[in-house]
């Protein structure tokens, strides 16, 4: 004779392994490791800086066209 089973621990059992499963693939697809978060980081806030630094002022654009003395 066959064992006898529980459906609803079966059920919960499949339910658990697939979200394991799907936890798994998350985890490789966007997972970071703290020390690759903070170097992106850093990195990001570096080119931000740079590129801030090399903006042009409002006072700087109005001198620029007036130095020039050609209307276009």
Known sequence: MAEVINLRRVRKARAKSQKEEQAAQNRLLFGASKLEKATTAAAREKDKRLL?????????????????????
Do not use: A
Request: charged fraction near 20%; aromatic fraction near 0%.
């Open 52 to 72: 801030d630094g090399h903006q042009l002022s409002p006072i700087q654009l109005i001198s620029d066209t007036s130095d020039n003395g050609d209307p276009s």
